[in-house]
């Protein structure tokens, strides 16, 4: 049954990462190159507020139901979190309007910075945590993959050459909100109907590990998009972004592996921990070996890929993408060793430390001027910062590896 489900998995990840990237050669055409531009920071800022309102439950949530004994106590999670969410509204919106005053490319444009609230908004109440912990995150991913599939083709068939940034964000909104309701509908309909209580929800946002790691990932995934807007010119973000947008595309198809094996290693490590262990060095062998040879393949094949998506500034677009596309090998060692590893661990502290260990070398270079406004520089830097996350996770798990030992032997 595991196999089938990974195998599933692949293929619906596959599909929905097809759609979008379907989406962006036809986006990259139809819109003029500054509104391209906006279209895909806004989609990086989205990120923000999604967030403050996911507020780590991704991974503390799904642990929660992965290890839950009862339906009693999986159905009080997912309305605790619900709670927690609904409160979280607030600070979100607040979050929002200091990005509106700080960021120009929003100030200049106010109806990018409510689009921004709303998507991040939406995206922050998905229960894909849910349904990863329960085990049935084939049947979540299913559903999302089948309205991205919509969402594209509704994009490229009815707007088609009329596209403008706003009909396209007003469409995606729409799907969204779609399918946020149908996803939470869904979770609630397989749980025991309870009340949200703002008390409970407040107690579940009191502790604020859950935060500070998913804010750690923020800046470990997305760091580099959102400064972009701040530093680069709009043909030089117009680049990177897309670059980078491909590579994640390519990283994102690791995320079934994962979204099967962090509830499953969650409890292995709880019941079993040496094979625990054993099991997650062989898949960061396995794993690592097999994204390396995939990057160098793409980045053999830079140009027919980038010829696909665009063919505006080919020279500097290649470039940048053979260098982005080396972050697939360290977002495999991310995965294994910080998620399967660590989190699954309960190690929430560590992992978090890594993360802004590499947001710091980022942020660090860029106040003291390393990073300049060159793009395949800037793109080296992103992919450092990684390589800096990484390397602190692979000597955090083996100071925790040490200590494990250590306390064996007393």
């Known amino acids: 049954m595991r196999y089938r489900d990974i195998l599933g998995m692949y293929l619906i990840k596959v599909l929905a990462v097809a759609s979008p990237l379907i989406l962006l050669p036809f986006l990259s055409r139809a819109l003029n190159n500054t509104e391209f531009s906006l279209y895909l920071y806004t989609l990086v800022l989205v990120v923000i507020p999604s967030t403050i309102i996911e507020y780590g439950f991704n991974v503390s949530a799904t642990r929660l139901v992965a290890q839950a ?3 009693e106590s999986i159905s009080q999670t997912v309305y605790d979190i619900l709670s927690a969410k609904v409160i979280l509204i607030l600070p979100t919106l607040f979050i929002c309007l200091a990005m509106y005053s700080l960021i120009d490319r929003l100030y200049n444009a106010p109806v990018l910075a409510v689009y921004v609230l709303v998507l991040g908004v939406l995206q922050g109440f998905n229960a894909s945590w849910y349904f990863q912990g329960v085990g049935k995150i ?3 991913s299913t559903i999302e993959a ?4 919509s969402l594209a083709s509704f994009i490229i068939f009815y707007l088609g050459e009329n596209a403008t940034i706003f009909t396209v964000l007003n469409v995606l909104l729409v799907f969204k909100l779609f399918h946020i309701l149908l996803i939470n509908h869904l979770m609630l309909r397989q749980v025991d109907r309870k009340r949200l209580t703002l008390m409970r929800g407040f107690d579940v946002i009191s502790d604020t590990r859950p935060l500070v790691m998913r804010v750690g990932t923020l800046s470990y995934s997305y760091i580099a998009g959102i400064l972009a807007g ?3 010119t709009t043909v030089s973000m117009s680049i990177f972004l897309i670059a980078d947008k491909i590579s ?6 690791i995320q079934p592996l994962s979204q099967i094996l962090f509830p499953l290693m969650s409890k292995k ?4 921990s040496d094979v625990h262990q054993k099991d997650v060095k062989m898949l960061l062998k396995v794993s690592v070996l097999t994204s390396v040879a995939i990057s160098g393949i793409f980045s053999v094949l830079a140009e027919v890929v980038i010829l696909f998506f665009t063919d505006d500034n080919i020279k500097e677009s290649v470039a940048v993408f053979r260098i982005l596309v080396w972050q697939l090998p360290l977002a495999v060692c991310y995965e294994v060793i910080g998620v399967q590893y660590l989190l699954a661990l309960g190690h929430f502290s560590k992992f978090t430390l890594s993360n802004f260990l590499g947001l710091l070398f980022f942020v660090g270079a860029w106040a003291t001027n390393f990073i300049q406004s060159n793009i395949t ?3 080296l830097w992103t992919v450092s910062s990684m390589a800096v ?8 798990s083996f100071i925790a590896e040490r200590r494990k030992k250590i306390e064996r032997v007393r």
């Open 389 to 396: 996350t990484v390397l602190s996770l692979i000597a955090v």
């Open 377 to 379: 520089s800037y793109a």
């Open 146 to 149: 089948v309205i991205n599939v």
């Open 248 to 253: 994640k595309a390519l990283i994102s198809l």
């Open 138 to 140: 084939l049947f979540a």
């Open 230 to 232: 701040l530093i680069l």
């Open 69 to 71: 004994s009862s339906r």
């Open 269 to 272: 490590s709880k019941f079993a």
